[in-house]
Protein backbone atom coordinates (compact mmCIF):
# COMPACT_ATOMS: atom_id res chain seq x y z
CA UNK A 1 0.00 0.00 0.00
CA UNK A 2 1.66 3.22 -1.01
CA UNK A 3 2.02 6.03 1.73
CA UNK A 4 0.24 9.38 1.53
CA UNK A 5 2.62 12.05 0.69
CA UNK A 6 3.39 14.13 4.06
CA UNK A 7 2.76 17.46 4.68
CA UNK A 8 5.40 19.13 6.38
CA UNK A 9 5.66 22.23 8.05
CA UNK A 10 9.23 24.46 8.79
CA UNK A 11 8.81 27.48 10.69
CA UNK A 12 11.31 29.91 11.64
CA UNK A 13 10.55 32.89 13.69
CA UNK A 14 12.28 36.08 11.60
CA UNK A 15 15.21 37.75 13.40
CA UNK A 16 14.38 35.97 16.95
CA UNK A 17 16.64 37.81 19.21
CA UNK A 18 16.65 40.96 17.46
CA UNK A 19 12.86 40.90 17.57
CA UNK A 20 12.44 39.35 21.01
CA UNK A 21 14.53 42.75 22.07
CA UNK A 22 12.08 44.88 20.30
CA UNK A 23 8.96 43.33 22.03
CA UNK A 24 10.38 43.74 25.07
CA UNK A 25 10.75 47.36 24.68
CA UNK A 26 7.59 48.73 23.02
CA UNK A 27 9.53 48.84 19.51
CA UNK A 28 8.84 47.76 16.04
CA UNK A 29 11.44 45.32 14.83
CA UNK A 30 10.67 46.52 11.38
CA UNK A 31 10.69 49.76 11.96
CA UNK A 32 13.65 49.78 14.53
CA UNK A 33 17.71 50.04 13.31
CA UNK A 34 18.69 47.36 16.40
CA UNK A 35 21.47 44.79 16.83
CA UNK A 36 22.07 42.13 19.57
CA UNK A 37 25.46 41.70 20.65
CA UNK A 38 27.70 42.07 23.45
CA UNK A 39 29.46 45.94 23.14
CA UNK A 40 32.43 44.94 25.84
CA UNK A 41 33.60 43.07 22.73
CA UNK A 42 34.37 45.96 20.95
CA UNK A 43 33.81 46.89 17.43
CA UNK A 44 34.87 43.48 16.37
CA UNK A 45 32.01 42.12 18.16
CA UNK A 46 29.78 39.91 16.26
CA UNK A 47 26.16 40.22 16.00
CA UNK A 48 24.00 37.57 17.13
CA UNK A 49 20.95 39.08 15.40
CA UNK A 50 19.79 42.35 13.51
CA UNK A 51 15.86 43.53 13.19
CA UNK A 52 14.37 43.22 10.06
CA UNK A 53 14.43 46.57 9.27
CA UNK A 54 18.58 46.42 9.41
CA UNK A 55 18.26 43.71 6.88
CA UNK A 56 16.40 46.12 4.40
CA UNK A 57 19.40 48.11 4.57
CA UNK A 58 21.87 45.37 3.75
CA UNK A 59 23.14 44.43 6.87
CA UNK A 60 23.87 40.32 7.66
CA UNK A 61 22.36 38.80 10.41
CA UNK A 62 26.08 37.91 11.43
CA UNK A 63 28.34 40.33 10.56
CA UNK A 64 30.75 42.20 12.76
CA UNK A 65 29.80 45.44 14.27
CA UNK A 66 32.72 47.43 12.01
CA UNK A 67 31.13 46.26 8.86
CA UNK A 68 28.06 47.99 9.12
CA UNK A 69 28.60 51.32 7.04
CA UNK A 70 29.38 54.09 9.29
CA UNK A 71 26.20 56.25 7.84
CA UNK A 72 23.96 54.03 9.43
CA UNK A 73 22.67 54.55 13.23
CA UNK A 74 21.70 51.92 15.14
CA UNK A 75 20.92 50.53 19.22
CA UNK A 76 23.04 47.89 20.68
CA UNK A 77 21.61 45.23 23.20
CA UNK A 78 23.33 42.56 25.06
CA UNK A 79 21.86 39.17 24.27
CA UNK A 80 19.52 37.66 26.91
CA UNK A 81 19.44 34.09 26.86
CA UNK A 82 16.83 33.71 29.50
CA UNK A 83 14.13 35.97 27.28
CA UNK A 84 15.26 34.04 24.07
CA UNK A 85 14.28 30.22 25.39
CA UNK A 86 11.01 32.05 27.61
CA UNK A 87 9.75 33.48 24.14
CA UNK A 88 10.51 30.34 22.48
CA UNK A 89 8.53 28.15 24.71
CA UNK A 90 5.78 30.30 24.57
CA UNK A 91 5.83 29.44 20.62
CA UNK A 92 6.38 25.99 21.10
CA UNK A 93 3.04 25.87 23.13
CA UNK A 94 1.01 27.48 20.37
CA UNK A 95 2.30 24.76 17.70
CA UNK A 96 0.97 22.23 20.63
CA UNK A 97 -2.53 23.75 20.45
CA UNK A 98 -2.31 22.84 16.63
CA UNK A 99 -0.45 19.33 16.51
CA UNK A 100 0.70 16.57 19.00
CA UNK A 101 3.87 16.34 20.28
CA UNK A 102 5.20 13.35 18.34
CA UNK A 103 4.38 15.77 15.62
CA UNK A 104 6.66 18.50 16.14
CA UNK A 105 10.42 18.25 16.19
CA UNK A 106 11.91 21.46 17.74
CA UNK A 107 15.04 22.05 15.31
CA UNK A 108 16.46 24.95 17.58
CA UNK A 109 15.47 28.15 19.46
CA UNK A 110 13.52 29.67 16.70
CA UNK A 111 12.99 26.99 14.18
CA UNK A 112 10.75 24.03 14.33
CA UNK A 113 9.10 21.48 12.05
CA UNK A 114 5.20 20.33 12.21
CA UNK A 115 3.91 17.27 10.18
CA UNK A 116 0.28 18.47 9.84
CA UNK A 117 -0.87 15.32 7.34
CA UNK A 118 -3.28 14.00 9.75
CA UNK A 119 -4.75 17.46 10.36
CA UNK A 120 -5.62 18.47 7.46
CA UNK A 121 -9.23 17.16 7.37
CA UNK A 122 -9.91 17.55 11.26
CA UNK A 123 -9.07 21.42 10.55
CA UNK A 124 -10.58 21.41 7.21
CA UNK A 125 -7.82 23.13 5.61
CA UNK A 126 -5.51 22.97 2.85
CA UNK A 127 -1.81 23.31 4.43
CA UNK A 128 -1.09 26.50 3.43
CA UNK A 129 -4.41 27.67 5.07
CA UNK A 130 -3.36 25.93 8.37
CA UNK A 131 0.22 27.31 8.11
CA UNK A 132 -1.37 30.68 8.02
CA UNK A 133 -3.71 30.00 10.84
CA UNK A 134 -0.38 28.80 12.86
CA UNK A 135 1.57 32.01 12.07
CA UNK A 136 -1.45 34.34 12.51
CA UNK A 137 -1.69 33.09 15.98
CA UNK A 138 2.11 33.41 16.61
CA UNK A 139 1.75 37.46 16.00
CA UNK A 140 -1.43 37.75 17.82
CA UNK A 141 -0.16 35.90 21.36
CA UNK A 142 3.75 36.66 21.39
CA UNK A 143 4.28 39.48 18.60
CA UNK A 144 6.95 37.50 16.55
CA UNK A 145 6.38 37.27 13.19
CA UNK A 146 7.40 33.88 11.31
CA UNK A 147 8.10 32.37 7.51
CA UNK A 148 7.12 28.69 6.66
CA UNK A 149 7.88 26.34 4.41
CA UNK A 150 5.91 23.55 3.03
CA UNK A 151 6.91 20.02 1.71
CA UNK A 152 6.12 16.50 0.77
CA UNK A 153 9.39 16.25 3.36
CA UNK A 154 11.47 17.64 5.94
CA UNK A 155 13.79 18.76 3.45
CA UNK A 156 11.99 20.06 0.90
CA UNK A 157 9.88 21.76 3.58
CA UNK A 158 13.11 23.54 5.04
CA UNK A 159 14.39 24.74 1.90
CA UNK A 160 11.48 26.38 0.86
CA UNK A 161 11.69 27.68 4.19
CA UNK A 162 14.79 29.31 3.63
CA UNK A 163 15.25 30.30 -0.27
CA UNK A 164 11.01 31.07 -0.59
CA UNK A 165 9.06 32.18 1.69
CA UNK A 166 10.50 35.68 2.41
CA UNK A 167 9.43 36.64 -1.12
CA UNK A 168 5.99 36.28 -0.25
CA UNK A 169 3.97 38.44 1.54
CA UNK A 170 2.03 35.97 4.10
CA UNK A 171 5.85 34.74 4.50
CA UNK A 172 4.62 30.74 2.77
CA UNK A 173 5.81 28.83 0.49
CA UNK A 174 5.23 25.83 -1.04
CA UNK A 175 7.68 23.30 -2.95
CA UNK A 176 6.43 20.03 -4.00
CA UNK A 177 8.19 17.06 -5.93
CA UNK A 178 7.58 18.66 -9.23
CA UNK A 179 9.64 21.64 -7.83
CA UNK A 180 13.06 19.37 -7.95
CA UNK A 181 14.55 19.89 -11.00
CA UNK A 182 12.61 23.39 -11.99
CA UNK A 183 14.09 24.96 -8.24
CA UNK A 184 15.90 22.91 -6.03
CA UNK A 185 18.90 21.83 -8.67
CA UNK A 186 19.13 25.45 -9.17
CA UNK A 187 20.25 26.26 -6.14
CA UNK A 188 23.90 27.55 -6.19
CA UNK A 189 26.38 28.37 -4.62
CA UNK A 190 26.04 24.79 -2.90
CA UNK A 191 26.18 26.44 0.55
CA UNK A 192 22.69 27.87 -0.01
CA UNK A 193 21.68 24.45 0.41
CA UNK A 194 20.47 23.17 3.74
CA UNK A 195 23.20 20.74 5.40
CA UNK A 196 25.99 21.91 2.81
CA UNK A 197 28.44 24.20 4.87
CA UNK A 198 31.24 25.99 3.60
CA UNK A 199 33.98 23.35 3.95
CA UNK A 200 31.83 20.74 2.50
CA UNK A 201 31.25 23.48 -0.53
CA UNK A 202 34.85 23.73 -1.29
CA UNK A 203 35.51 19.74 -1.15
CA UNK A 204 32.54 19.44 -3.76
CA UNK A 205 33.67 22.13 -5.80
CA UNK A 206 36.99 19.92 -6.26
CA UNK A 207 35.02 17.44 -7.55
CA UNK A 208 33.54 19.94 -10.32
CA UNK A 209 30.27 20.45 -8.56
CA UNK A 210 28.95 23.67 -8.30
CA UNK A 211 25.21 23.58 -8.08
CA UNK A 212 22.53 21.04 -6.74
CA UNK A 213 22.04 19.84 -10.43
CA UNK A 214 25.79 19.07 -10.31
CA UNK A 215 25.25 16.68 -6.86
CA UNK A 216 22.24 15.67 -8.24
CA UNK A 217 23.82 13.70 -11.83
CA UNK A 218 26.90 13.27 -9.97
CA UNK A 219 27.44 9.46 -10.00
CA UNK A 220 26.32 8.65 -6.61
CA UNK A 221 28.84 5.63 -5.71
CA UNK A 222 32.09 8.22 -6.35
CA UNK A 223 30.11 10.25 -3.53
CA UNK A 224 29.79 6.94 -1.40
CA UNK A 225 33.84 6.23 -1.80
CA UNK A 226 34.56 9.96 -0.72
CA UNK A 227 31.61 10.28 1.80
CA UNK A 228 30.45 6.93 3.20
CA UNK A 229 26.97 7.06 3.82
CA UNK A 230 27.07 10.78 4.25
CA UNK A 231 27.63 10.76 0.79
CA UNK A 232 24.47 8.83 -0.42
CA UNK A 233 22.75 11.70 1.68
CA UNK A 234 24.37 14.03 -0.68
CA UNK A 235 22.92 12.35 -3.66
CA UNK A 236 19.57 11.77 -1.97
CA UNK A 237 19.14 15.45 -0.71
CA UNK A 238 20.23 16.55 -4.42
CA UNK A 239 17.56 14.96 -5.94
CA UNK A 240 14.79 15.72 -2.97
CA UNK A 241 14.35 12.71 -1.79
CA UNK A 242 14.23 12.69 2.49
CA UNK A 243 13.00 10.01 4.18
CA UNK A 244 13.28 10.52 7.61
CA UNK A 245 9.93 11.45 9.60
CA UNK A 246 9.38 13.62 12.52
CA UNK A 247 7.83 10.86 14.43
CA UNK A 248 11.45 9.84 14.44
CA UNK A 249 12.68 12.59 16.31
CA UNK A 250 10.14 11.86 19.37
CA UNK A 251 11.47 8.35 19.91
CA UNK A 252 14.23 8.50 23.01
CA UNK A 253 17.52 7.08 22.05
CA UNK A 254 17.65 3.51 24.13
CA UNK A 255 21.10 2.71 22.79
CA UNK A 256 23.68 3.67 25.51
CA UNK A 257 26.62 5.40 23.83
CA UNK A 258 30.16 6.36 25.05
CA UNK A 259 31.01 10.18 24.48
CA UNK A 260 33.64 13.01 25.33
CA UNK A 261 33.09 17.09 25.59
CA UNK A 262 35.71 19.54 26.32
CA UNK A 263 35.24 23.15 26.91
CA UNK A 264 38.38 24.85 25.24
CA UNK A 265 40.11 27.35 27.50
CA UNK A 266 40.17 29.65 24.58
CA UNK A 267 38.76 30.63 21.09
CA UNK A 268 40.17 27.65 18.69
CA UNK A 269 39.85 27.66 14.63
CA UNK A 270 39.74 24.33 12.58
CA UNK A 271 43.00 23.27 12.46
CA UNK A 272 43.79 23.00 16.10
CA UNK A 273 40.47 22.41 16.53
CA UNK A 274 40.52 19.17 14.44
CA UNK A 275 44.00 18.53 16.80
CA UNK A 276 42.00 18.20 19.87
CA UNK A 277 39.18 16.39 18.36
CA UNK A 278 41.50 13.60 17.38
CA UNK A 279 42.48 13.86 20.56
CA UNK A 280 39.31 13.46 22.50
CA UNK A 281 38.42 10.48 19.53
CA UNK A 282 41.38 8.51 21.37
CA UNK A 283 40.01 8.60 24.79
CA UNK A 284 36.69 7.21 23.67
CA UNK A 285 38.25 4.53 21.80
CA UNK A 286 40.23 3.46 24.38
CA UNK A 287 37.24 2.89 26.54
CA UNK A 288 35.21 1.03 23.54
CA UNK A 289 38.11 -1.30 23.79
CA UNK A 290 38.19 -1.84 27.25
CA UNK A 291 34.68 -2.39 27.36
CA UNK A 292 34.58 -4.62 23.99
CA UNK A 293 32.67 -2.31 22.34
CA UNK A 294 31.81 -1.24 18.82
CA UNK A 295 29.99 1.34 17.62
CA UNK A 296 27.70 2.16 13.92
CA UNK A 297 26.23 6.20 15.17
CA UNK A 298 28.94 8.53 15.50
CA UNK A 299 27.97 12.04 16.43
CA UNK A 300 30.13 15.04 16.42
CA UNK A 301 29.49 18.70 18.63
CA UNK A 302 30.65 21.97 18.02
CA UNK A 303 29.81 25.33 20.14
CA UNK A 304 30.95 28.39 19.07
CA UNK A 305 32.26 31.50 20.97
CA UNK A 306 30.40 32.46 23.97
CA UNK A 307 30.68 36.24 22.03
CA UNK A 308 28.75 34.62 19.04
CA UNK A 309 26.97 31.56 20.26
CA UNK A 310 25.36 28.76 18.19
CA UNK A 311 26.72 25.33 16.59
CA UNK A 312 25.64 22.26 15.87
CA UNK A 313 25.80 18.39 17.00
CA UNK A 314 25.15 16.20 13.78
CA UNK A 315 25.47 12.23 13.79
CA UNK A 316 25.73 9.59 11.10
CA UNK A 317 25.13 5.81 11.02
CA UNK A 318 28.17 3.83 9.23
CA UNK A 319 27.89 0.51 7.89
CA UNK A 320 30.17 -1.69 10.00
CA UNK A 321 30.51 -1.26 13.85
CA UNK A 322 34.32 0.17 14.56
CA UNK A 323 36.34 1.37 17.52
CA UNK A 324 38.77 2.28 15.06
CA UNK A 325 39.95 5.84 16.00
CA UNK A 326 41.07 6.66 12.16
CA UNK A 327 38.17 5.59 10.67
CA UNK A 328 35.75 7.34 13.62
CA UNK A 329 38.43 10.51 12.53
CA UNK A 330 37.61 10.49 9.47
CA UNK A 331 34.08 10.03 9.72
CA UNK A 332 34.17 13.47 12.21
CA UNK A 333 35.68 15.42 9.59
CA UNK A 334 32.79 15.04 7.08
CA UNK A 335 30.55 15.91 9.63
CA UNK A 336 32.91 18.57 10.66
CA UNK A 337 33.57 19.94 6.77
CA UNK A 338 30.23 19.60 6.03
CA UNK A 339 28.28 21.76 8.78
CA UNK A 340 31.36 24.23 9.83
CA UNK A 341 30.38 27.90 9.49
CA UNK A 342 34.39 28.67 10.01
CA UNK A 343 33.55 30.39 13.25
CA UNK A 344 35.42 30.48 16.81
CA UNK A 345 35.20 26.95 18.30
CA UNK A 346 34.58 26.96 22.15
CA UNK A 347 33.07 23.70 22.84
CA UNK A 348 33.95 20.00 21.17
CA UNK A 349 31.77 17.05 21.98
CA UNK A 350 32.29 13.30 19.96
CA UNK A 351 30.16 10.27 20.62
CA UNK A 352 30.09 6.58 19.34
CA UNK A 353 26.34 5.30 19.81
CA UNK A 354 24.27 2.09 18.95
CA UNK A 355 26.95 -0.05 20.72
CA UNK A 356 27.66 -3.77 20.05
CA UNK A 357 30.06 -6.48 21.23
CA UNK A 358 32.93 -6.60 19.41
CA UNK A 359 32.99 -10.34 17.92
CA UNK A 360 36.08 -10.31 15.81
CA UNK A 361 37.64 -8.28 13.19
CA UNK A 362 35.44 -6.54 10.40
CA UNK A 363 37.21 -5.76 6.72
CA UNK A 364 36.61 -3.24 4.40
CA UNK A 365 37.87 -4.33 0.63
CA UNK A 366 40.63 -2.27 1.02
CA UNK A 367 42.04 -3.68 4.01
CA UNK A 368 44.23 -6.53 5.20
CA UNK A 369 43.30 -8.90 7.57
CA UNK A 370 47.18 -9.54 8.79
CA UNK A 371 47.86 -5.81 9.12
CA UNK A 372 44.89 -4.92 10.87
CA UNK A 373 44.95 -7.73 13.29
CA UNK A 374 48.40 -6.14 13.99
CA UNK A 375 47.25 -2.71 14.38
CA UNK A 376 44.47 -3.94 16.75
CA UNK A 377 47.02 -5.71 18.87
CA UNK A 378 49.17 -2.35 18.75
CA UNK A 379 46.26 -0.23 20.16
CA UNK A 380 45.81 -3.04 22.81
CA UNK A 381 49.16 -3.13 24.27
CA UNK A 382 49.26 0.68 23.92
CA UNK A 383 46.13 0.74 26.51
CA UNK A 384 47.92 -1.58 28.71
CA UNK A 385 51.23 1.07 29.12
CA UNK A 386 48.86 3.79 30.04
CA UNK A 387 46.79 1.83 32.09
CA UNK A 388 49.32 0.27 34.26
CA UNK A 389 52.27 3.24 33.84
CA UNK A 390 49.77 6.63 33.42
CA UNK A 391 47.82 8.25 30.71
CA UNK A 392 50.95 10.20 29.39
CA UNK A 393 53.57 6.96 29.70
CA UNK A 394 52.53 6.92 25.73
CA UNK A 395 52.12 10.60 23.81
CA UNK A 396 51.84 11.38 20.20
CA UNK A 397 54.27 14.21 18.95
CA UNK A 398 51.17 16.35 18.19
CA UNK A 399 50.12 16.31 22.39
CA UNK A 400 53.35 18.24 22.95
CA UNK A 401 51.94 21.59 20.46
CA UNK A 402 51.25 24.75 21.78
CA UNK A 403 47.71 24.01 21.55
CA UNK A 404 47.16 20.19 22.53
CA UNK A 405 45.29 19.47 25.66
CA UNK A 406 46.24 15.69 25.75
CA UNK A 407 49.31 16.24 28.78
CA UNK A 408 47.09 18.23 31.05
CA UNK A 409 43.75 16.87 30.52
CA UNK A 410 45.26 13.37 31.36
CA UNK A 411 46.47 14.41 34.68
CA UNK A 412 43.19 15.41 35.43
CA UNK A 413 39.77 13.32 37.35
CA UNK A 414 36.56 12.79 35.24
CA UNK A 415 37.97 17.12 34.16
CA UNK A 416 38.99 17.93 37.32
CA UNK A 417 42.59 18.13 38.98
CA UNK A 418 43.81 15.36 40.68
Known amino acids: MKEKERHILCIDLKSFFASCECIERGLDAFT ?10 GNGAITLAV ?17 IPKHISYQIVKPRMSLYLKKSEEVVSIYLD ?3 KEDLHVYSIDECFLDVTNYLNFYQKTDEELA ?6 IEEKTGLTANCGIGPNLLLAKVAMDLDAKKFKNGIAKWTKEDIKTKLWNITPLSKMWGIGPRMEKNLNRLGIYSIK ?31 KIQDFAIPPKDKSFSHSQVLFKDYQEENGKMILREMIDVVCIRLR ?8 IGLGVQYSKTIGGGFFHSMKI ?17 FDRYYEELPIRKLTVSVGK ?29 DIKLKYGKNSLIKAANLLPDSTAIERNKKIGGHNA
Open 214 to 244: DLAQFDVNRLKNYYGVMGQELWNHANGIDES
Open 319 to 335: DIPTDDADFIMKTCEIL
Open 355 to 383: LSPKVGIQLTIFENYEEKKKEEQLYVEMD
Open 290 to 297: QSHMEGSV
Open 32 to 41: TPLVVANPNQ
Open 132 to 137: YSILKT
Open 98 to 100: FVA
Open 51 to 67: TPFLKTQGIKGRTRLYE
